[in-house]
């Protein structure tokens, strides 16, 4: 089981950006495919970004053109840079592994956001 370690969360204005990180346990990182999710409070939680093993990414509409999701397979890592930050992405931010044929999802502990407008 892939275990995973977020950090970068925090408190930021209105317009201001963070990075995310999210660092894997395990060799099989570089083959499969890491998400992000967010939950608000009060709200389910969706999908905000995934990267595929060879690079493809998808983003849910609110986040189209303002985040950006990239990974290394070097580092086991997986990043989201987010800009122009709203106060509607307030959350906490969690990195997954996506289910596949050689893993289950799996979730880190979550890192908060925090966007005062």
């Known amino acids: 089981q892939v275990q995973l370690v977020e950090s970068g969360g925090g408190l930021v204005q209105a317009g201001g950006s963070l990075r995310l990180s999210c660092v894997a346990s395990?060799?099989?990182?570089?083959?499969?495919?890491m998400g992000w999710y967010r939950q608000a409070p009060g709200k389910q939680r969706e999908l905000v970004a995934t990267?595929?093993?060879?690079?493809?990414?998808n983003y849910a509409n609110s986040v189209k053109g303002r985040f950006t999701v990239s990974r290394d397979n070097a580092r086991n890592a997986v990043y989201l840079q987010m800009n122009s930050l709203k106060a509607d992405d307030t959350a906490v931010y969690y990195c997954?592994?996506?289910?596949?044929?050689?893993?289950?999802?799996?979730w880190g502990q979550g890192t908060q956001v925090t966007v005062s407008s």
């Open positions: 395990g060799s099989i990182f570089r083959i499969i495919t």
């Open positions: 990267i595929s093993s060879s690079g493809i990414t």
């Open positions: 997954s592994v996506e289910p596949s044929t050689v893993t289950s999802r799996a």
